[in-house]
């Protein structure tokens, strides 16, 4: 059973940036495709990004790419969404899935999910 926590949500003014953390163990993590994704207030969740279990391939969406950065620490399981420049339109729930799939990772464990909060 694989578990995801994560943490480093909170508030922060538009153009300013914020690191999310994801904590991964259980069984299997480091063979799986680590993903982002996020839900903001009456919207539907959305795909933000996708990190291959090496780490070293990364795939975004179209509305973050050039703005919010993935990698992988595998030796202490941990994933990071490094998020520049953030909009208002960024904020929401995020949550760190764990999956197969790529570009987009299917997920088959989610986290609890961290708020993101972003004033204009």
């Known amino acids: 059973q694989v578990q995801l926590v994560e943490s480093g949500g909170g508030l922060v003014q538009a153009g300013g940036s914020l690191r999310l953390s994801c904590v991964a163990s259980?069984?299997?993590?480091?063979?799986?495709?680590m993903g982002w994704f996020r839900q903001a207030p009456g919207k539907e969740r959305e795909f933000v990004g996708t990190i291959g279990w090496t780490g070293g391939n990364t795939y975004y969406a179209s509305s973050v790419q050039g703005r919010f950065t993935m990698s992988r620490d595998i030796r202490k399981s941990i994933v990071y969404l490094e998020m520049n420049y953030l909009k208002p339109e960024d904020a929401g729930v995020y949550y760190c899935t764990a999956g197969a799939g790529w570009p987009v990772v299917e997920p088959i464990y989610w986290g609890q999910g961290t708020q993101v909060t972003v004033s204009s």
């Open positions: 259980g069984g299997g993590v480091f063979s799986k495709n």
